[in-house]
């Protein structure tokens, strides 16, 4: 999914998933608000989630692939933030830093 549709954007794959892309509705983008950042893009999810799932024979194989995947994601994400937080404390512990409290 990350090499062919997500991060490495394949059009070719896109081209073909559209084409069998069967949903009771097709809604493109949602928002909140007036604002850009409140747009949630609904069919390029809904898509990339019919990517992960198109070889799948049945609802339980569905949802066990959608299950692993975001397992696979949440993980890459805690170790993101742990790393993340790690090199923040290094580098705050290497110069003249010190920490306050606003009351």
Same mark, same amino acid.
């Given at each position: 999914?990350?090499? &062919?549709f +997500?991060?490495?954007?394949? $059009?070719?794959? @896109? &081209?073909?998933?559209?084409?069998? *892309?069967? *949903?009771?509705?097709? +809604?493109? @983008?949602t %928002?909140?608000?007036? #604002?850009?950042?409140?747009?949630? !893009? %609904?069919? @390029?999810?809904?898509?990339?989630? %019919? !990517? *992960?799932? #198109?070889?799948? #024979?049945? #609802?339980? $194989? $569905?949802d066990?692939?959608?299950?692993?995947?975001?397992?696979?994601?949440?993980?890459?994400? /805690?170790?993101? +933030? $742990?790393? @993340?937080?790690?090199?923040?404390?290094? +580098? *705050?512990?290497?110069? /003249?830093?010190?920490?306050?409290?606003?009351?």
């Open positions: 999914m990350r090499d &062919k +997500v991060f490495h954007y394949d $059009e070719d794959v @896109a &081209k073909k998933l559209i084409k069998i *892309l069967d *949903l009771q509705s097709y +809604v493109f @983008a %928002n909140i608000g007036s #604002k850009r950042r409140g747009t949630y !893009y %609904n069919l @390029a999810d809904e898509a990339v989630l %019919n !990517y *992960l799932v #198109k070889d799948c #024979k049945s #609802k339980e $194989e $569905e066990r692939a959608i299950r692993a995947a975001f397992d696979s994601i949440g993980k890459a994400l /805690s170790s993101y +933030v $742990e790393c @993340a937080d790690t090199l923040i404390a290094d +580098v *705050l512990s290497e110069g /003249s830093w010190t920490i306050t409290q606003d009351s």
